[in-house]
């Protein structure tokens, strides 16, 4: 079993930033590729952006690319969501997941049903 438990989250101005954590516990984190999701009201569980377990690669949904940056510390066994230049459209809880480390394509690590656990989530809103 892997533990996940966001912080981070809050009430942000449009245009500003925002750092989310994902601190895990359980097995060994270095050998679970990481993702963040973020769902909306009335809208399904979408992928934000993945790490691979050793870190060398990252995977970001065209939505955030060049906003967001996703990335590791394996010695802290934590995973971390920067975002910037946040826009409203971006308000969602975020939720950051975790799944055997293997090679895959980003599609592969986009995909929801991949990943084995989850946190509770963490509530990001951004204002106009």
């Known amino acids: 079993q892997v533990q996940l438990v966001e912080s981070g989250g809050g009430l942000v101005q449009a245009g500003g930033s925002l750092r989310v954590s994902c601190a895990t516990s359980?097995?060994?984190?270095?050998?679970?590729?990481m993702g963040w999701f973020r769902q909306a009201p009335g809208k399904e569980r979408e992928f934000v952006a993945a790490?691979?377990?050793?870190?060398?690669?990252?995977y970001y949904a065209d939505s955030v690319k060049g906003r967001f940056t996703i990335s590791r510390d394996n010695t802290k066994n934590t995973v971390y969501l920067q975002m910037n230049s946040l826009k409203p459209e971006d308000t969602a809880i975020y939720y950051c997941?975790?799944?055997?480390?293997?090679?895959?394509?980003?599609?592969?690590?986009?995909?929801?049903?991949?990943?084995?656990?989850w946190g509770q989530g963490t509530q990001v809103t951004v204002s106009s």
């Open positions: 997941a975790a799944k055997p480390g293997r090679l895959g394509s980003y599609g592969y690590m986009s995909t929801t049903s991949h990943y084995d656990y």
């Open positions: 790490i691979s377990w050793s870190g060398g690669n990252t």
């Open positions: 359980g097995r060994t984190f270095s050998n679970y590729d």
